[in-house]
């Protein structure tokens, strides 16, 4: 029973969600026996059963089982993740900012995914990722800085440093209107743009594309990428009204968005 259960979690990797019968053929059982040890995993947290399929649950994640809203994210998420990745070709990451690091809940992408060093349930220094800082850059400069010391570890050679470097690249995000960029700040060769889900107490988690830094503009796949956080946000805040007038309220409309990447494109 336990070689059972360790093929079928084993089943899952970085691609997120699966169906049952991508199970079956990963984990070479049969049919019903998998459906029957699923139930049973997710029934204990392992697992999770949501509409897009069957993903890793809290438990697998290393969340201590217990139930902090992530479900509901990720169960709000997986469409716009498969859409984004479908439409740039490019691997899209849903995030939430766990003490000072991010947790990946969600990893959607085709063949560059295992050129990309993240997995669901893996964690990351939140400085050095673009999901990171865009959730970084709506909290309190007091939170940020009870969060790091004045030396940040590097991840690259073009990791930020410190926690003054740091606290003026959250204040670029900001004017930016929440857009974050990294460029080669978490893996060589690899860049990213990011932007936070958001409701009315703060950042909840963050979208974030990554694709190669030496041949895609993120600038360019910015607003599709905004535009995918505000429909997840839209699902997760229905009765939130989204038009932004202080942070942490909301995400910009797309025309407000393009106009201020642009200017972002135009300034480097």
Same mark, same amino acid.
């Given at each position: 029973?336990?070689?059972?259960?360790?093929?079928?979690?084993?089943?899952?990797?970085?691609? $997120?969600?699966?169906?049952?019968? &991508?199970?079956?053929?990963?984990?070479?059982?049969?049919?019903?026996?998998?459906?029957?040890?699923?139930?049973?995993?997710?029934?204990?947290?392992?697992?999770?059963?949501?509409?897009?399929?069957?993903?890793?649950?809290?438990?697998?994640?290393?969340? =201590?089982?217990?139930?902090?809203?992530?479900?509901?994210?990720?169960?709000?998420?997986?469409?716009?993740?498969?859409?984004?990745?479908?439409?740039?070709?490019?691997?899209?990451?849903?995030?939430?900012?766990? =003490?000072? &690091?991010?947790?990946?809940?969600?990893?959607? $992408?085709?063949?560059?995914?295992?050129?990309?060093?993240?997995?669901? =349930?893996?964690?990351?220094?939140?400085?050095?990722?673009?999901?990171?800082?865009?959730?970084?850059?709506?909290?309190?400069?007091?939170?940020?800085?009870?969060?790091?010391?004045?030396?940040?570890?590097?991840?690259?050679?073009?990791?930020?440093?410190?926690?003054?470097?740091?606290?003026?690249?959250?204040? @670029?995000?900001?004017?930016?209107?929440?857009?974050?960029?990294?460029? &080669?700040?978490?893996?060589?060769?690899? $860049?990213?743009? =990011?932007?936070?889900?958001?409701?009315?107490?703060?950042?909840?988690?963050?979208?974030?594309?990554?694709?190669?830094?030496?041949?895609? @503009?993120?600038?360019?796949?910015?607003?599709?990428?905004?535009?995918?956080?505000?429909?997840?946000?839209?699902?997760?805040?229905?009765?939130?009204?989204?038009?932004?007038?202080?942070?942490?309220?909301?995400?910009?409309?797309? $025309?407000?968005?393009?106009?201020?990447?642009?200017?972002?494109?135009?300034?480097?």
């Amino acid at each position: 029973m336990i070689d059972r259960m360790t093929l079928i979690l084993e089943s899952f990797d970085s691609r $997120g969600a699966l169906t049952l019968e &991508e199970v079956t053929c990963r984990s070479g059982l049969p049919r019903s026996t998998v459906h029957r040890i699923l139930d049973q995993l997710v029934g204990r947290g392992w697992i999770d059963h949501a509409s897009f399929g069957y993903c890793l649950g809290a438990r697998a994640l290393g969340l =201590g089982g217990s139930d902090t809203g992530h479900r509901r994210i990720r169960e709000a998420a997986a469409p716009h993740l498969h859409e984004l990745a479908l439409q740039t070709g490019a691997v899209v990451h849903l995030t939430v900012l766990d =003490g000072n &690091e991010v947790l990946y809940l969600d990893k959607v $992408g085709g063949q560059f995914a295992s050129s990309v060093p993240s997995r669901v =349930g893996g964690r990351f220094p939140a400085y050095a990722t673009a999901s990171g800082k865009a959730i970084l850059a709506w909290l309190e400069p007091e939170r940020v800085d009870a969060l790091y010391g004045k030396r940040l570890p590097p991840c690259t050679d073009r990791t930020i440093g410190d926690n003054a470097t740091l606290h003026q690249e959250l204040n @670029r995000i900001r004017k930016r209107r929440g857009v974050a960029f990294e460029r &080669e700040e978490a893996a060589p060769g690899i $860049g990213c743009v =990011g932007v936070a889900l958001r409701g009315v107490d703060g950042p909840v988690a963050a979208l974030s594309l990554a694709a190669d830094a030496r041949s895609t @503009r993120l600038e360019w796949v910015a607003p599709i990428v905004a535009d995918a956080a505000r429909k997840i946000t839209r699902t997760l805040f229905p009765d939130h009204d989204r038009e932004e007038t202080v942070p942490g309220t909301a995400l910009p409309a797309s $025309g407000s968005l393009d106009r201020v990447v642009a200017k972002a494109a135009g300034s480097r």
